[in-house]
């Protein structure tokens, strides 16, 4: 999970409990700002959750990489596990990959 800078990934802490931090994060998609909330497990170091809370590319095409299934293939996934852009919504998975990586380093700097 790459592409920070290009897609000018940025997170900032919602909230933390014993295991988890949630952090609102934002990335340059297609068309505008995409953003999402995401949960990593703070001592596994490892995505809880993505909700994709604004989806600012073209409907039927990028929203496709924020369905449940997509979204759920990023459960699990550490700073270097590898996960395959959405087919047809290259730019649009690639905001995701870029605020969950940008989500993944935070939890990592803490």
Do not use: W
């Not at 000018?8 to 297609?30: L, P």
């Not at 409907?59 to 369905?67: D, T, V």
């Not at 998975?93 to 989500?103: G, R, V």
């Amino acid at each position: 999970m790459e592409k920070l800078a290009e897609y000018e990934a940025a997170c900032e802490v919602v909230r933390t409990d014993s295991e988890n931090i949630v952090y609102q994060c934002s990335a340059k998609g297609f068309e505008a700002v995409n953003e999402a909330m995401i949960t990593v497990d703070g001592t596994k170091q490892a995505i809880v959750s993505i909700e994709v809370t604004k989806m600012a590319d073209t409907a039927g095409i990028g929203s496709e990489a924020c369905e449940q299934e997509e979204l759920d293939r990023y459960v699990g996934a550490s700073l270097s596990t590898p996960i395959d852009e959405t087919s047809g919504a290259t730019i649009t998975s690639t905001s995701i990959h870029a605020m969950a990586a940008a989500a993944l380093k935070n939890a990592a700097d803490r």
